[in-house]
């Protein structure tokens, strides 16, 4: 069985930074692919960044360039994302995802196979 586990999230004020932690386990041989993504309340859920285990590329979506991090620890199979300049607009649930084998962009919802619970992140004015 697969799970994503993620933690980190909490309350933030405006300006401030959070590292949001995800563990997977029982995933399968495959090179793994792992993202982030967020959901905010009344809107579609939308890429932050992913990493691809087969060649250790990490991407990130244009619009969080300079503000997310993404890194990834293969031997652990988890996946970190550090975020800062935090900003009222960045409350939402943040997920972590992954699948295995060959995909187009990392950076699409579609492409996942499994998603972890949400880590809810709130970012005050």
């Known amino acids: 069985e697969v799970q994503l586990v993620e933690s980190g999230g909490g309350l933030v004020q405006t300006g401030g930074s959070l590292r949001l932690s995800c563990k997977a386990s029982?995933?399968?041989?495959?090179?793994?692919?792992i993202g982030w993504f967020r959901q905010a309340p009344g809107k579609e859920r939308e890429g932050i960044s992913c990493?691809?285990?087969?060649?250790?590329?990490?991407y990130i979506a244009v619009d969080m360039k300079g503000r997310a991090t993404m890194s990834y620890d293969n031997a652990e199979t988890a996946a970190y994302l550090q975020l800062k300049d935090l900003q009222p607009d960045d409350t939402a649930t943040y997920y972590c995802?992954?699948?295995?084998?060959?995909?187009?962009?990392?950076?699409?919802?579609?492409?996942?196979?499994?998603w972890g619970q949400g880590a809810q992140v709130t970012v005050s004015s």
């Open positions: 990493h691809k285990s087969r060649d250790s590329t990490t």
């Open positions: 995802a992954a699948y295995t084998g060959y995909g187009n962009s990392c950076l699409f919802v579609r492409e996942y196979d499994y």
């Open positions: 029982g995933l399968s041989s495959g090179d793994p692919v």
